[in-house]
């Protein structure tokens, strides 16, 4: 199984960007996919998951209303788009994917997953 993330970049603050992670090796459709991301000098940080169809995707309180994740059915993986982007959004942004079916409360936790990509650069600044 491989996790390839792109679509990172130097953007302004307020500006948008959209990742988006190529999986292969297998199918993630009814399974969890998430991003994280971890800047210079800290932990890696939950920013978004989605589980299977029906349901509610969830996002980390630093990125609600500005970041919206979506299944990519084109390449087996997933997108964030991320909107009104700040300096403290700056960081390298992980995707990871999980053969498991957690609870909500453990979408959060790093652990939840068993796959990870080796993340992809997003730079906000002036």
């Known amino acids: 199984v491989q996790l390839q993330a792109s679509g990172g970049g130097l953007v302004q603050p307020g500006g948008s960007l959209r990742l988006s992670c190529a999986a292969s090796?297998?199918?993630?459709?009814?399974?969890?996919m998430a991003w994280f991301r971890q800047a210079p000098g800290k932990g890696r940080e939950f920013v978004a998951a989605?589980?299977?169809?029906?349901?509610?995707?969830s996002y980390a309180a630093s990125m609600k209303g500005r970041g919206t994740i979506s299944r990519n059915n084109g390449n087996n993986g997933i997108d964030l788009q991320m909107n009104s982007l700040k300096p403290e959004d700056s960081a390298v942004y992980y995707c990871?994917?999980?053969?498991?079916?957690?609870?909500?409360?453990?979408?959060?936790?790093?652990?939840?997953?068993?796959?990870w990509g080796r993340g992809t650069q997003v730079t906000v600044s002036s």
């Open positions: 990871a994917a999980s053969v498991s079916r957690p609870i909500l409360s453990s979408l959060p936790n790093p652990g939840t997953y068993e796959y």
């Open positions: 090796g297998r199918t993630f459709t009814n399974y969890p």
């Open positions: 989605i589980r299977w169809p029906g349901t509610t995707p």
